[in-house]
């Protein structure tokens, strides 16, 4: 009995998904790329226990949504050079999907005005005109002037430290503001769009950059790849091109002898656009007197009442949902149309995942809400 009970246990685990959500992934890989020159970004999504079936843009099946319900947890659209696509794929479906738990792994075309790139305005993405990529003279290295070695920042979705350059090669785009969105990769501060990889143009960029620079296509302000964080928390990851998650750029040196970051970079952040990082769940809230353990249905001006609530964060490596108590800024509001109170919601330290304060009803009659209201990017 133990020995099948161990075997079923083994079983449950084994069967676990990578992600939060699910593991299942549909990808849209246009017919002129290959799928073994992405071996490296696909294959590790395969080892890490994911499930993916392959389709062309213009291909009827698998359906991406069927019967109102969404087939697949997460979509991954590389398809640069494809404007049409079959009635399934819309960017009405693909925005409805977020709202189904799906997630979303975007690569924008540098050369087209394709359904991926029309789609970028509704997530607040500002696209410079088609055929403009990004174009790098800097540093001196022996790769067209539109491969350009980017050295990534320390965020939160991408936590690795100490990564080599990025390798990139496409269209940048700007931030309109919306809280939402999540900076990921930035382009160099010597950048710029154009669509001419010479210097004709040199002249008329400094003279903008003295003028402040509106309307400027260049800088570290553009954006290379970010994400988006719906309300629901489904995410979307935007790519400027779908060459950076090539085999290609995962094996080219970035310094000599040294391969360059792009396949550990483009890995953390599939992990956070799949929902397998930065995933936090509020498993139980409570309230009750001071001096009680049950809740009462109304509570009398000027009581102590003690409110607690536990939180979890998602464990990729064992598929488990596992306490968490690093939240070291997490508030309570009591609030009636506006907060009366808000207090700091501290972690128990005794306890892990679990967080509570002790706080005064108000002097004040009315409907009171007990609320969390925890944002921050990523």
């Known amino acids: 009995m133990a020995a099948w009970l161990l075997a079923l246990l083994g079983l449950a685990i084994s069967a676990c998904a990578k ?200 800088g570290s302000q553009l954006a290379l790849v970010a994400g988006f964080q719906a309300h629901g928390d489904t995410r979307v990851l935007w790519a400027g091109g779908v060459d950076m998650f090539s085999d290609e750029f995962a094996q080219k040196e970035s310094a000599k002898g040294q391969q360059s970051g792009n396949a550990q970079f483009v890995r953390d952040a599939a992990a956070w656009a799949f929902r397998e990082s930065k995933v936090l769940r509020i498993d139980s809230v409570a309230h009750h007197r001071v001096n009680e353990t049950e809740p009462r249905e109304t509570y009398t001006t000027n009581d102590h009442v003690v409110f607690n609530t536990h939180i979890s964060m998602f464990n990729p490596k064992t598929s488990v949902w596992e306490p968490y108590s690093g939240i070291s800024d997490l508030q309570l509001e009591f609030t009636m149309l506006d907060p009366h109170i808000r207090t700091s919601l501290p972690p128990v330290p005794s306890n892990p995942g679990e967080y509570e304060v002790t706080f005064r009803v108000p002097d004040r009659h009315g409907v009171f809400k007990f609320i969390i209201d925890y944002k921050r990017k990523g």
């Open 19 to 218: 992600s939060s959500t699910g593991n299942s992934v549909l990808v849209l890989l246009e017919p002129s790329l290959d799928k073994a020159n992405f071996s490296t970004f696909f294959n590790g999504l395969t080892e890490s226990g994911y499930e993916l079936t392959f389709r062309a843009p213009r291909d009827a099946k698998p359906a991406v949504i069927e019967d109102d319900v969404a087939q697949f947890s997460h979509v991954v659209v590389f398809a640069p050079d494809t404007k049409s696509f079959a009635q399934d794929v819309t960017p009405q479906s693909l925005v409805s999907l977020l709202s189904k738990g799906t997630n979303l792994l975007l690569a924008l075309s540098p050369k087209k005005q394709t359904i991926v790139n029309s789609l970028a305005a509704e997530f607040s993405l500002i696209l410079p005109p088609p055929g403009t990529p990004l174009i790098s003279h800097f540093p001196e290295r022996d790769t067209p002037a539109t491969v350009i070695p980017v050295k990534p920042t320390e965020n939160p979705i991408v936590p690795t430290k100490g990564l080599l350059p990025v390798w990139f090669s496409g269209v940048p785009f700007a931030y309109s503001p919306n809280p939402l969105l999540v900076p990921i990769l930035n382009a160099p501060s010597e950048s710029f769009a154009a669509d001419s990889t010479t210097d004709s143009g040199a002249e008329g960029i400094v003279e903008a950059a003295d003028k402040g620079g509106e309307g400027l296509w260049a």
